[in-house]
């Protein structure tokens, strides 16, 4: 049996107790014996690897896995109670010129705050994930309408203008951003994240 406690400082602890029924005389039923072994740090690792293995190591947004899982069980309920789900594809323009002209790790520290930015620009129970590169998607559940979509959206793009510092020096990047919805038809995550990207890449283009 594992069991979690929490010490008075508020610390987790894991417990393993192993326990067995041993025959005694006069104990109706026995006595009960066992073990208890601290693992907490194995518990920790396992949760760190469970973590790792749904997040984008550099920003700590959700990733490509988690994304996908959530968007699918929106997709299920939107077709059960007729919801409408969005999807925002989102590419930062002229990060190239970042990172090849500063180096990755100014593209890498412009990453995580755009991710922190793309965060603050959602609701709680919205999702935002970053797929790879410079590229991030947003899953806004139950939107009321397509209109609530193109506000994220709005949003999104309000909190780029502000110039991002890189180095010592101030950087202005932009986004390009392609909408799908989805619970309109038999959607699935691969068909929703394909239109949106296209999207994206006809945003991109003009």
């Known amino acids: 049996l594992e069991r979690r406690f929490e010490r008075a400082d508020g610390r987790e602890v894991w417990i393993l107790e192993n326990l067995s029924l041993v025959p005694e005389p006069g104990a109706p039923g026995g006595i009960i014996q066992g073990t208890a072994v601290d693992i907490t740090e194995r518990k920790h690792a396992e949760q760190r690897l469970q973590w790792d293995a749904l997040h984008d190591v550099l920003t ?8 996908q899982n959530r968007l699918e069980h929106a997709l299920q309920r939107a077709r059960r109670q007729k919801l409408l ?3 925002l594809f989102v590419d930062i323009d002229r990060f190239k010129l970042i990172n090849d002209g500063l180096g990755h790790a100014a593209g890498d520290n412009l990453l ?14 919205d999702t935002v994930a970053r797929l790879g590169g410079d590229e991030f998607c947003i899953l806004v559940e139950d939107a009321a309408s397509a209109e609530e979509a193109l506000a994220v959206a709005d949003r999104v793009l309000k909190a780029f203008q502000p110039g991002f510092l890189v180095e010592g020096r101030t950087a202005y990047v932009g986004a390009s ?9 038999d959607e699935t995550p691969l068909s ?10 006809r945003a991109k283009a003009a």
Request: overall charge neutral; hydrophobic content about 50%; glycine content about 12%.
């Open 60 to 67: 700590g947004l959700a990733n490509r896995t988690l994304f």
């Open 85 to 87: 789900q969005a999807v």
């Open 112 to 125: 995580v705050e755009a991710g922190q930015r793309l965060q603050s620009a959602v609701r709680d129970e």
């Open 177 to 185: 951003i392609g909408i799908a919805l989805g619970g309109l038809r």
């Open 192 to 201: 929703l994240l394909r239109d949106a990207d296209t999207a994206m890449y």
